[in-house]
Nanobody
Framework: QVQLVESGGGLVQPGGSLRLSCRVS????????IGWFRQGPGKEREGLSC????????YYSDSVKGRFAISRDYAKTTVFLQMNSLKPEDAAVYYC????????????????????WGQGTQVTVSS
């Protein structure tokens, strides 16, 4: 079973930046992409971005395009989410997720039943 561990959350002022990390272990064959999701208080879980592990293909939701950037450190099996120009509405618990045979694209961000989720990391945006 793939294990995902997020880190890097915290308190940041509006306009500030944070870099989240998703460390992946126990990878087996047929895992092609990892994505970032978030769930704010009283809101549904929202897909933000994904990245292809072999070719680096990326995809972003409209809500974060231009402000967030996803990347991977292939050697360390870590996926990052650089978040800039943070807004109060970005406050949420951020999760990474993956599943077998899922490639990065719009469909990845709309899926909810991934086989592997991390425990989440809290991001608070407040002055």
């Amino acid at each position: 079973q793939v294990q995902l561990v997020e880190s890097g959350g915290g308190l940041v002022q509006p306009g500030g930046s944070l870099r989240l990390s998703c460390r992946v272990s126990r990878f087996t064959l047929n895992y092609y992409a990892i994505g970032w999701f978030r769930q704010g208080p009283g809101k549904e879980r929202e897909g933000l971005s994904c990245i292809g592990l072999s070719d680096g293909t990326t995809y972003y939701s409209d809500s974060v395009k231009g402000r967030f950037a996803i990347s991977r450190d292939y050697a360390k099996t870590t996926v990052f989410l650089q978040m800039n120009s943070l807004k109060p509405e970005d406050a949420a618990v951020y999760y990474c997720a993956t599943d077998r045979f899922m490639r990065c694209g719009s469909h990845f961000l709309t899926r909810t039943d991934f086989g592997s989720w991390g425990q989440g990391t809290q991001v608070t945006v407040s002055s």
